[in-house]
C-alpha cells in the first residue's frame, strides 16, 4: 500500500488535469471542510498540499514548510502568489474535471474559496508546447521517490512532499520566429533529437538547471502540463521535493541571482505565479494529516 499520494509520482503526467488554488475564508468553518476533503482525496485523482497560512490557521508548523519568494533577478521577476490549499485533479475528460472541481469547491465552502483554476493537459508524449520534451532528466524508480518524499521524520510526515508551482506564460509567436538554432540555445538541447548541446550558451536552460551540478545536488521530480487559454498559453510547472531547497536553488540560479547569468528561458516566457505546498502523506488509502493534529 502506497504511503505517499500516489498521483504525485504516477507516470505519465494525466492526459487531462486541473489546479485548483484555495484563500482560508472561515477558520471556524476548517474542520467540516477537512473532513469533507479526507472524503474527497484519495491522493491519486486528486492530490492535495497545504500552503503555510493553512499550517499557521491550525496552529502547527511543517518543518520546511515557506511560501513561495517573490526573486527579482538579473532583469526577471519571480512573483508570489501564495496560497492556503493546493488540489491537483486528474483526469481523461475535461467535463468530469469540471463537474469534480466544482463538487470539491461546493465541499470546502465556507471555509476555503476558489481564487484560481487552471486547466492543463498532455501535449504529445510530455512535451511543452514550444515543442521540447519537459522532464528529460527526472529521475525515476528509487531515485524518483529518494527525490521526491520525505524519508524519515514523526508521525505523519514520511511519504509527504514538497510542491513548488509556478505558470509560465510563453511567447510562442516570438519563439517561433527564432531560427532552429537560437530555439536550442535558450533550452540547451536539439529539438531534433532532444540531445543536450555541449557548448550551448552557459545561459541555456538545461546548463542553468542541471541538478548534479549543485551542491548539495538539486534533484526533484518535474511534473509539468501545459496551458492554454485563448491565444495565450504556456507551461504549468510543478515539481516534488523531498524539501523546497533544490527548486528554490535552482530558481535562484535561473533568476541569475548565483552568477548574474540569466536562464535563457526568461527571453521567451515569464513566470505569473508561484506557489509552495506540503502534500501529507496517505495511510489506509486516505489523506494522514497527523502532522496537522488531526485524525
Known amino acids: 500500500m502506497s504511503y505517499y499520494q500516489p498521483g504525485i509520482l504516477a507516470t505519465p503526467v494525466p492526459a487531462q488535469a486541473r489546479h485548483l488554488f484555495f484563500?482560508?475564508?472561515?477558520?471556524?468553518?476548517?474542520?467540516?471542510?477537512?473532513?469533507?476533503l479526507l472524503m474527497l482525496v484519495d491522493g491519486k485523482s486528486a492530490v492535495v498540499?497545504?500552503?503555510?497560512?493553512?499550517?499557521?490557521?491550525?496552529?502547527?508548523?511543517?518543518?520546511?514548510?515557506?511560501?513561495?519568494?517573490?526573486l527579482t533577478g538579473v532583469g526577471v521577476e519571480n512573483p508570489s502568489t501564495q496560497h492556503a490549499l493546493w488540489v491537483w485533479l486528474h483526469g481523461v475528460d475535461r467535463g468530469e474535471l469540471l463537474n469534480r472541481s466544482h463538487a470539491l469547491e461546493a465541499a470546502l465552502?465556507?471555509?476555503f474559496r476558489l481564487v484560481?483554476?487552471?486547466?492543463?493537459?498532455r501535449h504529445m508524449d510530455g512535451h511543452?508546447?514550444?515543442?521540447?520534451?519537459?522532464?528529460?532528466?527526472?529521475?525515476?524508480?528509487?531515485?524518483?521517490?529518494a527525490a521526491a518524499l520525505q524519508s524519515t521524520g514523526a508521525d505523519g510526515l514520511v511519504g509527504g512532499s514538497f510542491a513548488a508551482i509556478q505558470q509560465w506564460q510563453h511567447d510562442l509567436k516570438g519563439f517561433h520566429r527564432l531560427s532552429a538554432g537560437a530555439?536550442?540555445?535558450i533550452m540547451g538541447r536539439r529539438l531534433s533529437d532532444n540531445e543536450e548541446i555541449d557548448d550551448a550558451p552557459i545561459s541555456a536552460h538545461v546548463k542553468r538547471t542541471a541538478q548534479e551540478s549543485f551542491a548539495p545536488q538539486a534533484f526533484v521530480v518535474r511534473r509539468s502540463m501545459p496551458w492554454i487559454e485563448g491565444e495565450r498559453a504556456g507551461l504549468m510547472f510543478l515539481a516534488f521535493g523531498f524539501s523546497l531547497d533544490a527548486f528554490e536553488a535552482q530558481l535562484r540560479r535561473m533568476s541569475g541571482l548565483e552568477d548574474g547569468i540569466a536562464d535563457g528561458l526568461y527571453k521567451i516566457?515569464?513566470?505569473l505565479t508561484g506557489g509552495y505546498y506540503w502534500c501529507p502523506p496517505i495511510k489506509a488509502g486516505h489523506l494522514d494529516l497527523r502532522a496537522l493534529r488531526i485524525g
Open 23 to 36: 484563500a482560508l475564508a472561515s477558520v471556524e468553518a476548517l474542520p467540516q471542510a477537512i473532513d469533507n
Open 49 to 70: 498540499g497545504i500552503g503555510e497560512s493553512l499550517s499557521k490557521a491550525l496552529n502547527v508548523e511543517i518543518a520546511g514548510l515557506r511560501s513561495f519568494p517573490a
Open 109 to 111: 465552502a465556507p471555509a
Open 116 to 121: 484560481q483554476m487552471q486547466e492543463t493537459f
Open 128 to 145: 511543452d508546447l514550444t515543442g521540447y520534451e519537459d522532464g528529460t532528466e527526472n529521475p525515476h524508480d528509487d531515485a524518483a521517490v
Open 183 to 185: 530555439k536550442d540555445d
Open 269 to 271: 516566457s515569464r513566470p
